[in-house]
């Protein structure tokens, strides 16, 4: 499932967040694929306080696609971290262009705080 020699996460009851990506090969042409979730929490680096986000994600696939749990779990390794939106998505997009080895844009929308919402788009590039 992944080209490491580590244990994919699907199926395992055990599996913790982590920065493992899982990928499988694509089968047949796909034209995008995109994912959206509101469980993606940081920290403001400042006030400590928490930061909550809605995240969007997409990539047109070469020949391997992101496992979804893994995903999960490698969004899950922000809960605690004091980070920016404008470093976190960008940190994101990269971490999975290398991943599937394409682009992959990752678009943050923070949550609404002192009035203001941050949206924050990145694009990764396949390393």
């Known amino acids: 499932m992944n080209d490491q020699n580590i244990d994919p996460v699907l199926g395992r009851g055990d599996a913790t967040p982590s920065e493992q990506i899982d990928t499988f090969p694509v089968d047949g042409p796909i034209d995008q694929i995109s994912f959206r979730s509101s469980e993606l929490t940081a920290v403001c680096p400042v006030t400590e306080q928490p930061d909550f986000y809605s995240i969007m994600i997409m990539y047109r696939p ?14 899950r390794t922000f809960e605690g971290v004091g980070i ?9 997009a990269q971490h999975l262009s290398a991943a599937v080895g394409v682009p992959v844009a990752v678009t943050l929308e923070q949550q609404l705080r002192g009035g203001i919402v941050t949206t924050v788009t990145a694009p990764g590039s396949a390393a």
């Open 62 to 75: 070469d020949d391997r696609c992101i496992e979804t749990k893994s995903l999960k779990l490698y969004l």
């Open 84 to 92: 920016f939106a404008e470093h976190l998505a960008p940190k994101i």
